[in-house]
């Protein structure tokens, strides 16, 4: 859609928008071209020369074993994450959707976790699970149960699950919430009768009406895990113990900016931006079957 | 009829409430207990009320590069900065791909949107390398300008902005007003509601940061409080684990604050905003 009433001049516009324009040249496309030309280039051990080599960085990641365990954790991850996530949001938002007392407090209650930085998530998890001081830890051990995540690899990684789908519920029970308020009243009513045929009715009158927000939250949360959770899984456990969590987006940060990879690293981030490149475009789809 | 109380439901959502609260609550109770007992591993989760001294305590506490206060007063700015930057060039940028026909107007409208597919992750290093010859490594503006970019902020703008009736545009032009005139008088305060929602939703994108900071900060004195904080538990000297706690709980508040306070046009502005 465009407007009919227009100003007229075009130096004014270029004006305003010259400064977007310039912080996304400068800080995105720039650097994202440096990472096409770097994936195709190696510098020797000492950084002297650079030179270039072609599709080799690109082979070498693809051929590498390390690089496909990577990527299978970082899909288990996503999809155990948006799972989760979203089912726990399903629940909240159906449950603060019915006419109870209280429903505003519930609601709010269920929002603000939306501010928590997820990095500080991971901050107040270690005071439940570090394994000297943790809550949750000291617990577990008086069960006989010996949690450790800097140690075990298995148990860092549901760690780091749980506290990623932590931090995205609240989101998603937003956008539930929103769904759930369109619904016609008298349809929820007659789906909420608690028991068997309550549940049998969600799934046969509201499940269908919520697909459009499940598909587009669906991908959101992908996104969410495989490109936002850096700051949740560094901050915990900066990709270990070994590369049990050793992710797509914290691998690219090790070798690049830690291992000083620059090749290999390119390459994955041209490999990531094809992702979420896929990603959008899926994205763009549901929304725009979402709109109307 | 009476009904009977929904107990399900409450149920349900005291459990959810409860997954949220238990994990601060243990923080704030933590925070005001002494660092011996915490590294006993005996937390209580009765807090000490009458240490809750601690929390001012906490403010002049320091990671060994900037005192907490110092950390909290960096992140307050970059935040700040990031959000009023972002609504500032977004509205901008999207009054001129909405209200005039300029050349490549489409172009800079793709350029904007592409930015969406291009997360810091994905192009890191280079980044970085683009930072450091600009000599913005451990400045301010390094620390924000790159992250004032926004498409989502700009789609919105320009969703808003195509929708303002004609009649509005055509009796500012009556009455003589020029472009920028009716952008200030008109444009702004109709999209009033959007503007509180994104400065909610881009104060706590701001506020959150770690990546970014982690990457451009190598210095004390622009390290920002969630830095702060994952560095404090990451030492390996003896961590004083009610400070910690304390801090963390500081940290967690202004966005917290922000939500709740604007928690009406924030929800609306989301599921606007992300379609």
Redesign the interface.
């Known amino acids: ?10 130096l ?3 004006a ?2 010259a ?3 310039l ?13 096409l030309v ?1 994936s195709t280039q190696a510098t020797d051990a000492f950084g002297l020369s650079t030179m270039f080599v072609g599709a080799s960085n690109f082979l070498a990641l693809l051929t590498d074993p390390d690089y496909h365990a990577a990527i299978l954790r970082t899909a288990f991850f996503c999809v155990a994450v948006t799972i989760l996530a979203m089912a ?1 949001g399903l ?2 938002a159906s ?2 959707n ?1 006419a ?3 429903r505003f407090l ?1 609601r ?13 998530s ?7 699970f570090q394994p ?4 949750i ?2 617990l577990l051990a008086r069960f006989g149960v010996n949690f450790n995540y800097t140690a075990n690899g298995s148990q860092a990684l549901a760690l780091v699950i749980l506290i990623a789908a ?1 931090k995205q ?3 998603n029970f ?2 539930y919430l ?1 769904a759930l308020q369109s619904v016609p009243r008298s349809m929820l009513e007659a789906a909420t009768l ?1 028991g068997a045929r309550g549940l049998h009715r969600f799934r046969t009158m509201i499940w269908p009406m919520l697909m459009p927000t499940t598909l587009f939250l669906s991908v ?1 949360n992908i996104v969410y895990a495989a ?2 959770t ?2 949740v899984i ?2 915990l456990t900066g990709g270990g113990p070994g590369t049990s969590t050793d992710m797509l ?1 914290v691998k ?2 090790r070798d ?2 830690i291992n000083l990879d ?1 090749g290999g ?2 390459a994955q ?2 490999l ?2 094809a992702g ?2 896929a990603l ?1 475009a899926l994205q763009m789809r549901l ?1 725009r079957g ?2 109307t | 009829m009476k009904k009977r109380p929904d107990f399900l439901a409450h149920a349900v959502l005291l459990l959810g409430v409860l997954l949220f609260m238990f994990p601060i609550w243990v923080a704030f109770a933590g925070a005001t207990q002494s660092a011996a007992a915490i590294n006993r591993g005996a937390i209580s989760l009765v807090p000490e009320f009458r240490k809750l001294g601690v929390f001012v305590q906490a403010l002049s506490f320091s990671n060994a590069n900037a005192p907490v206060w110092h950390m909290l007063l960096v992140s307050f700015f970059m935040a700040l900065a990031i959000a009023i930057g972002k609504i500032v060039i977004s509205a901008l940028s999207a009054f001129a791909i909405a209200f005039f026909r300029f050349p490549l107007r489409m172009v800079a409208f793709w350029l904007i949107f592409i930015t969406l597919m291009l997360p810091i992750v994905v192009r890191i290093v280079p980044t970085y390398a683009v930072m450091s010859d600009l000599h913005l490594i451990d400045t301010f503006p390094g620390l924000t300008l790159p992250l004032i970019a926004s498409a989502t902020a700009t789609l919105l703008f320009r969703q808003i902005f195509i929708a303002v009736p004609d009649e509005l545009v055509e009796a500012a032009k009556l009455d003589g007003a020029g472009p920028m005139r009716f952008f200030w008088d008109v444009l702004l305060p109709v999209s009033r509601a959007n503007i509180a929602a994104l400065f909610v939703i881009e104060f706590v994108y701001g506020w959150n940061q770690y990546l970014w900071p982690l990457l451009v900060t190598t210095k004390g004195g622009l390290n920002t409080i969630v830095i702060g904080i994952v560095q404090m538990i990451t030492g390996d000297q003896l961590i004083p684990w009610n400070l910690v706690m304390a801090t963390t709980i500081l940290a967690l508040l202004p966005p917290i604050l922000v939500v709740l306070a604007m928690q009406r046009w924030f929800v609306a502005g989301l599921t606007e905003a992300d379609k």
């Open positions: 859609m465009e407007r009919k009433t227009l100003f007229r001049g075009w004014l516009p270029a305003l928008v400064p977007q324009l912080i996304t040249f400068v800080f995105f496309f720039w650097p994202a071209g440096q990472a770097e726990a629940l909240f449950f603060a019915r109870i007392k209280g519930y709010t209650a269920l929002i603000w976790p939306y501010a928590i930085a997820p990095a500080l991971s901050v107040i998890f270690v005071f439940l000297q001081i943790g809550m830890t000291n932590w519920v609240s989101y937003i956008f929103a608690d959101t490109f936002d850096f700051d560094f901050a987006v690219v940060y690049g900016v620059l690293s390119a981030s041209v990531l931006m979420i490149i959008t929304t979402r709109a």
